[in-house]
Each structure stands twice: as C-alpha cells, then as structure tokens.
Nanobody
Framework: QVQLVESGGGLVQPGGSLRLSCAASGFTFSSYAMSWYRQAPGKERDMVAGISSTGGGTSYADSVKGRFTISRDNRKNTVSLQMNSLKPEDTAVYYC?????????WGQGTQVTVSS
C-alpha cells in the first residue's frame, strides 16, 4: 500500500537547523511531484516547498525562501527538506505530500518545535 513516512522532526533552538526526510513506497515515486506542507495549531495547512517529479523545478513559500531547501532522490524514493535559520514561527507539524493528476497522498506528519 501507499506509504509516506516522515522523520527528522524535533526540538531545536532559534537559528538552528533540522533536516526532514520522507520515505515513499507503494507507488511510482519518480512520477509524482512532491511537497512539504506545515500546519501550526489553529492554522490552516500551508505549502512550504515543492519539487517536480524529476527534481528540475522547485518552489518555496515566501516565508521560507533562502532558509529551506527541498530535494529528492528518485533512486531511494525519498524527499528531504533542509531547514536552516529556524524561527519560532516555523513551529508546526510538517507533512509530506505526493501528487499527480488524479492522485494525492499524505504522510502522517512530524513535529518541529523551534524554541529556546
């Protein structure tokens, strides 16, 4: 069955870094665009970063541009999010999403907390 399993979340101080990973299985990973979303308590789930199926195109929310980098490895069926210069406002549950016309899958999420 389809699985997206996020890992790498945790507690980090402001200014610190974390690297999130998402391991995919059960579908043709290289055919899907991948995204990272986040949802803070009481707020909507918003897209943070996206990457095309080949990895040739990326996009970022304005709030994370220059701090976050999305990447993928189609041989290992993984997508990653390198997060630098973290701020308290980056605190949220981070979700991995796979999408192709007519199909979309979500992971279960991983908590990121930025606090001193």
């Amino acid at each position: 069955q389809v699985q997206l399993v996020e890992s790498g979340g945790g507690l980090v101080q402001p200014g610190g870094s974390l690297r999130l990973s998402c391991a995919a299985s059960g579908f043709t990973f290289s055919s899907y665009a991948m995204s990272w979303y986040r949802q803070a308590p009481g707020k909507e789930r918003d897209m943070v970063a996206g990457i095309s199926s080949t990895g040739g195109g990326t996009s970022y929310a304005d709030s994370v541009k220059g701090r976050f980098t999305i990447s993928r490895d189609n041989r290992k069926n993984t997508v990653s999010l390198q997060m630098n210069s973290l701020k308290p406002e980056d605190t949220a549950v981070y979700y991995c999403r796979a999408v192709r016309s007519g199909s979309a899958y979500w992971g279960q999420g991983t908590q990121v907390t930025v606090s001193s």
